[in-house]
């Protein structure tokens, strides 16, 4: 069975499990993990691009016939296409994909992303369908890895290590904020990241020049490849750290240990952040943020979100992030973020690049 159809099969039993009769997927990363394509963002009445996966039947799309034309549709296990043009009304597609997957009434499980343009558009093409909001089954759907997504994240955190290398050498006293970020930029690029887009102290490419002193916050997300986003962080001292910010980065590197070595298959996903933010608050720190999340096709958190509340355990496969920390001062946080793959046994970390205090000072 291909990876696709695999995917189609957990879609069907996750939602027959929540007592649904089918998924209807919009465009997002859900739709991009059942296809392997990207329908543009938006929503109706931009563009109504929906997947509807019954749990009995056969599959359907409704897609624009400019995504159709871009889509490779016979690589998607979707015999079931239902087009229109832009401009058009797509009621009568929905209407027939509806039929054609069988669930032209019923409840129909979506995610939290969807459009209420999409939702006001299948009230009026389907009164007896009943859209269901299905969180549980849209947080498990992708929250564990294949082999093949795992790849993808492998080589957008060594993208990301090969950016802090880069940002290494070139961050010093007097260089602007955009002449380094535009070379992590290049370096990323060179190792395979898909995106240009960065965050921490390069979220606005300025010409502000680093100072002697500076505590740099270093947050290379959203580096991806093959659409698979990466998030993790490291901080550069340009000079000698004071002895608060020594203070607190031995907070953080060691609650960072503690999370790791508490990383293991039916772990809840909560003791990950107990652990440490346990870790933070004997030193004097409060943990404020979650101490991580799935990374994956979202562009930004997905599930598992390692944070209070949360009891799901974890599972062999699932990659999230590790980010203790604290702030420094006012938006100067002090952190260390890598992404982490759940193992058999634990936990691997899948960024290399180094964690010690002393390796990430400029002298």
């Excluded at 859209?131 to 957008?156: I, N, P, Q, W």
């Excluded at 772990?267 to 933070?280: C, N, S, Y």
């Amino acid at each position: 069975m291909s990876a696709l159809r695999t995917r189609y099969e957990r879609a069907r039993r996750l939602a027959e499990a929540a007592g649904l009769d089918g998924l209807y997927v919009t465009a997002g990363a859900n739709f991009t993990w059942l296809t392997e394509e990207n329908a543009h963002p938006g929503g109706w009445p931009l563009w109504a691009s929906v997947l509807i996966v019954p749990v009995d039947g056969d599959p359907a799309l409704v897609v624009s016939k400019m995504h159709a034309d871009i889509f490779d549709l016979e690589r998607i296990p979707v015999d079931h296409v239902f087009q229109y043009v832009d401009g058009e009304d797509p009621a009568p597609a929905l209407r027939a994909a509806l039929a054609s997957a069988g669930v032209s009434a019923g409840q129909l499980g979506a995610d939290d992303a969807l459009w209420l343009g999409d939702a006001d558009l299948l009230a009026q093409v389907a009164p007896e369908v009943r859209l269901r909001r299905s969180s549980a089954v849209f947080d498990r759907l992708r929250a564990v890895k294949d082999a093949a997504e795992v790849e993808h994240l492998r080589k957008a955190c060594a993208a990301h290590d090969a950016g802090y290398r880069r940002a290494f050498e070139v961050i010093r006293p007097g260089v602007t904020v955009a002449e380094a970020g535009a070379e992590v930029v290049r370096a990323m690029l060179a190792a395979g990241s898909g995106e240009l887009a960065l965050s921490g102290v390069f979220h606005h490419l300025s010409d502000r020049p680093f100072a002697a002193g500076e505590v740099v916050d270093l947050d290379l997300f959203p580096g991806s490849h093959g659409g698979y986003h990466a998030d993790t962080a490291r901080n550069l001292f340009l000079g000698e750290p004071s002895a608060e910010a020594r203070r607190l980065y031995a907070a953080t590197h060691a609650a960072y240990d503690a999370a790791m070595a508490a990383v293991r298959p039916g772990v809840p996903a909560q003791e990950i952040h107990r652990v440490a933010a346990a870790t933070m608050e004997a030193a004097g720190y409060r943990q404020v943020w979650k101490i991580g999340h799935g990374v994956g096709l979202a562009p930004i958190h997905e599930p598992p979100l390692l944070q209070v509340g949360n009891d799901e355990p974890l599972e062999e496969g699932m990659v999230f992030t590790i980010d203790p920390g604290a702030f420094l001062a006012r938006d100067t946080p002090i952190h260390i973020e890598d992404t982490v793959l759940v193992t058999a046994d634990g936990a691997e970390a899948l960024n290399r690049f180094p964690l010690d205090l002393e390796s990430l000072i400029v002298a």
